[in-house]
């Protein structure tokens, strides 16, 4: 292990040879080691500040962060958290273009030690360095570097913070480990990584009951995914004898097309997705997950960790490739989650939880690309998202950070998330309203921003699918399309509503707070900056070539560049798709091609923003403090369509009350009977024996002698 | 002949043996102990077991038993005359245990196939008998095969009178 | 004449058995599980007739042993009538429940 480190740092690990092709690793282990170095780092001024505090408080007081300047505890971790993230990022970034110019083929498997080996099942603790992993290791480094700068500024204030970048680091190093891992046990190993940083995150300020609580409804949610994970993985084991990517994909094709065993597998990963990426009908908790931090939810709630579904599912395309049953399960609970978060949305006031529910959307989006075997599209949207999502969640950040402290001039107590409270924030925080309007049209799928692009993609892979000549649910794919179609009408409406509600119309705060509004500092800002501006480009790295060919493209500028790269990825995957289902279809069930069907939604979608805009702008939106009560269909969505007290009725209290039989009835009456009945047994035996033990040394030589007979007895007869 | 005298040897052993156990005093059963003794060392030269014989009188019959005579003189013992065996249940329990005890012995006995023929071994030891007389027959194996267990029997005996010496010393507080 | 001495060995050994199990007085016991320790003895010589020399090897070990025992025992019988003045077994009775 000790040596092994000493390789990571010095040789940068052992490549093998016949994969490496031209492409030249450079220190990639040093990519997943630089996190956790600023983990440890951060863990232990944590722990310091925390002997501080203690010992603050045991004294009398309560530990001054503010006067007499500010403690190295409080100091360091603004270097050391962004600037692990952005060597991390360097180094990712010399890889990437490193594997550029190479063109492999296949994946470079780089195996450090052997993590464990059990007859004979082994595992080796290597990475994974292929076109999937390296895009997924530029979103989270790069998009985790952006928000831990940001971080600095939004967490300043707070006595949390060497905890709070520990975390975030650790939650870093466990993501590369997911996504870097060459084997789905590793990968198991960083989706449980994750999901604890998750939970240590969303209940960051655990003081806060809800809060704590809420941590502990993900975690518990998600476990029930990882129950699926695991078994998808067991079966993987018992059919290949080994859970390695490169190993499992290439025994994959031996297993009959549809077959249940492939479908069983494929279906269990989905379950662990839909867990860790929050969907229908294990969703409940991402929404409740907005108690953490706000750079939190966009690192991990909107940006990274809720993505890694998604990338299962696309790194194991050619599992979903031979199972169309799950492929459509996959992408009906896609669309499904899609439009019923939609749905959800539209009537949320708490500016998080509207982006929380367009998270839960759109990455239902992502699960409509990759159940279609549109898995470029997937990851396209996922990289897409991450820039525009975490531009949003960290715009928001910016809007209750300074709302926080306008209420906090005047002791108010009122909600600094509520959106009702907001209002004409523009004039207070331009470049947040700006960058934020950036997003909201990227998320909306206007073209040229970002969403545009990989949004429609998906969904006119969806009509594409179903046209396909062998397709196994036609009709059933048309529905996806038009609730797809749908569901993105219904995000340009929320966000537009979400962005007037904030930035437009008269201020709400009160009088004496908005004089405390105020713009985010630069270091809060810069990052936007640069989000906005991956929010424009973003998208133009892969366009279709219909969309290029037309007044929507650069032409020969631009190119399907990502579809391109990831297909060592999804050749076999498409390959599989192919054989089986023969040519996808070229136009929508009800006629029109690619491009037609893009400036259709685009067009509707300016459209929905337009009217979106004029008709909230027009209505008059009261204080939180003085809202009445929503009545009929909109209560049944400001209250989530009742799905959590639905939960609890259904699963949550049946629980609790076999849980207090199995307590009180099983454990306390029948089991911890026979446990006191064996005791008083045992009491009651030794009781009657002890009458044998008189004390006569003649009585004592009687047993003997009786024993001695029965053994004599023993032997002879 | 021999068979008349192992008889009467046997009698009188099995009189003695009776003897210690339903005599009164304490005395009364040492004598008869010492009766018994002398009976057993006689049948062991009817065996061949001359040098048994010789010490079963002198370390028996003579030394162990003539400690125990001390012993009870020094209590003062020989004056309780009355009968100290338990009675009741307990003894009709006890004659039947050991009459079961009786019966398996004897089952076992009428089981093993033993003959009055003398085997190998014994016309073994008559040999050496004739050859290196009573006492160089078991003195031979003795200090050669046997001669650790021989100094470890010598050690146990000063670690017996150690023991006694201790025990039996008066305190002096 | 083996049958007959191994039949008084049984004899004497049930006969000291009984001894130890009726007789209060310890030192009675003490005396019958020395008859036993005989009746054991006469055994041995009876089979030393069969089996060779060894027999009697052990019957001089069980002597030995039975005299060191002996001094020892009745060491004991000693001190435990120094306190309690009297050797009846009924009245050591501190080994109990």
Request: proline letters at 3%.
């Amino acid at each position: 292990m000790h040596a092994s480190l000493a390789a990571v740092l010095v040789q940068g690990g052992q490549a093998t040879a016949e994969a490496a092709g031209h492409f030249e690793p450079f220190y990639p282990g040093l990519i997943i080691l630089l996190p956790l170095i600023g983990f440890l780092l951060n863990g232990v001024l944590a722990l310091r500040h925390g002997v501080a505090s203690a010992t603050a408080v045991r004294g009398g007081g309560e530990l001054d962060l503010d006067t007499g300047g500010r403690p190295a505890t409080h100091t360091l971790p603004s270097l050391i958290g962004p600037g692990v993230m952005l060597l991390a990022f360097l180094l990712t970034v010399v890889n990437f273009t490193r594997m550029l110019g190479a063109h492999i083929e296949e994946p470079v498997v780089i195996s450090y030690w052997t993590w464990m080996a059990t007859g004979t099942f082994t595992v080796d603790a290597a990475i994974q360095l292929d076109q999937l992993s390296m895009i997924m290791m530029m979103v989270v480094t790069g998009v985790g570097f952006l928000i831990h700068v940001f971080s600095v500024g939004y967490m300043k204030a707070d006595s949390g913070y060497p905890r709070y970048f520990a975390y975030l680091n650790l939650f870093v190093f466990f993501m590369l480990t997911l996504v870097m891992g060459s084997s789905y046990a590793l990968m198991f190993v960083g989706w449980e990584g994750v999901g604890l940083c998750s939970y240590l995150l969303i209940g960051f300020w655990f003081s806060d009951k809800e809060k704590a609580d809420a941590g502990k409804k993900a975690f518990i949610v998600n476990r029930i995914g990882d129950v699926g994970f695991l078994v998808a993985m067991f079966l993987l084991y018992v059919t290949f004898g080994t859970v390695d990517f490169v190993a499992v994909f290439h025994d994959a094709e031996t297993l009959a097309y549809g077959g249940s065993l492939v479908t069983a597998i494929a279906l269990f990963f989905f379950l662990g997705a839909a867990g860790k990426s929050a969907q229908i009908p294990l969703y409940v908790w991402l929404p409740d997950a907005m108690a953490g931090p706000t750079p939190v939810s966009a690192l991990i709630h909107a940006a990274t960790m809720v993505t890694a579904g998604v990338n299962l599912v696309a790194r194991s395309s050619v599992l979903f490739a031979l199972a169309p049953v799950a492929g459509a399960t996959v992408a009906g609970v896609g669309v499904l989650t899609a439009l019923f978060a939609a749905t959800i949305a539209l009537k949320q006031n708490d500016i998080k939880k509207v982006l929380a529910y367009s998270t839960v959307s759109q990455l239902g989006y992502m699960f409509v690309g990759v159940g279609v075997g549109a898995y470029s599209a997937g990851v396209f949207h996922l990289m897409t998202h991450a820039f525009f999502k975490a531009l949003l969640f960290l715009g928001a950040g910016a809007v209750i950070h300074s709302m926080h402290e306008a209420y906090h001039s005047t002791h108010s107590h009122e909600d600094a998330q509520d959106m009702r409270n907001m209002g004409g924030l523009k004039a207070h925080m331009p470049i947040t309203w700006v960058t934020m309007w950036i997003a909201t049209f990227a998320i909306a799928g206007i073209w040229p921003f970002a969403g545009f692009f990989s949004k429609d993609e998906i969904i006119w892979q969806t009509a594409a699918f179903g046209g396909a000549t062998h397709a196994p649910y036609p009709m059933l794919y048309t529905v996806y399309w038009v609730i797809a179609l749908a569901a993105a009408m219904l995000t340009a409406f929320y966000m537009t509503r979400m962005m007037v509600m904030t930035f437009h119309g008269t201020n709400r705060t009160g009088e004496e707070e908005s004089k405390h509004l105020h713009e985010a500092p630069v270091v809060m800002w810069a990052p936007l900056a640069v989000l906005a501006t991956l929010s424009v480009v973003g998208g133009w790295i892969n366009v279709p070539e219909s969309i290029r060919e037309s007044f929507l493209g650069l032409g020969p500028l631009t190119s399907e560049w990502l579809h391109h790269w990831l297909e060592p990825i999804t050749a076999q995957a498409t390959h599989i798709q192919a054989a089986n289902l023969g040519e996808l279809s070229h136009s929508a069930p009800v006629g029109g091609g690619e491009f037609m069907w893009a400036l259709i939604s685009t067009v509707l979608a300016i459209a929905v923003v337009a009217t979106t805009f004029r008709m909230v702008g027009q209505k008059e939106i009261v204080p939180a403090a003085q809202d009445v009560e929503l009545t009929g269909f909109a209560k049944v969505l400001y209250n989530k369509w009742y799905v959590d007290e639905f939960y609890d009725r259904v699963i949550v209290e049946p629980i609790l009350r076999t849980s207090r039989f199995f307590w009180k009835v099983i454990d306390a009456g029948i089991i911890d009977g026979v446990v006191n009945g064996v005791g008083w047994t045992a009491r009651g035996v030794g009781f009657v024996i002890s009458m044998f033990q008189t004390g006569s040394v003649n009585t004592y030589a009687f047993i003997l002698t009786v024993g001695v007979l029965v053994i004599l007895g023993v032997s002879i007869f | 002949m021999v068979d008349i005298l192992f008889y009467v040897f046997a009698a009188v052993a099995i009189g003695g043996a009776l003897g210690v156990v339903m005599a009164k005093s304490p005395v009364g059963s040492l004598l008869f102990m010492v009766t018994t003794l002398a009976s057993v060392a006689g049948t062991y030269v009817l065996l061949e077991a001359h040098f048994l014989a010789a010490i079963q009188i002198i370390v028996y019959a003579g030394a162990i038993m003539v400690l125990f005579l001390f012993v009870i003189m020094l209590l003062n013992l020989g004056h309780d005359y009355h009968r100290d065996l338990k009675g009741g249940a307990y003894a009709v329990v006890s004659f039947a245990i050991v009459g079961a005890m009786a019966g398996m012995l004897q089952r076992q006995l009428r089981g093993s196939g033993i003959t009055d023929a003398v085997a190998s071994g014994g016309r073994a030891i008559d040999a050496a008998i004739a050859e290196h007389g009573a006492i160089g027959a078991i003195a031979e194996p003795l200090y050669t095969t046997y001669v650790v267990a021989f100094e470890i029997t010598g050690i146990l005996l000063l670690v017996a009178i150690v023991g006694a010496l201790v025990l039996a010393k008066r305190n002096v507080a | 004449m083996i049958t007959p001495a191994l039949v008084l060995s049984a004899v004497l050994f049930v006969i000291g058995t009984l001894g130890v199990l009726v007789r209060r007085n310890a030192i009675i016991m003490f005396l019958c599980i020395e008859l036993q320790l005989n009746a054991v003895n006469l055994a041995f010589v009876a089979f030393s007739r069969l089996h060779g020399i060894e027999g009697q090897i052990f019957v001089f070990f069980v002597m030995t042993v039975a005299a060191a025992e002996a001094a020892v025992g009745l060491a004991i019988i000693i001190s435990i009538f120094r306190h309690y003045e009297t050797v009846n077994v009924d009245n050591f009775k501190l080994l109990r429940w």
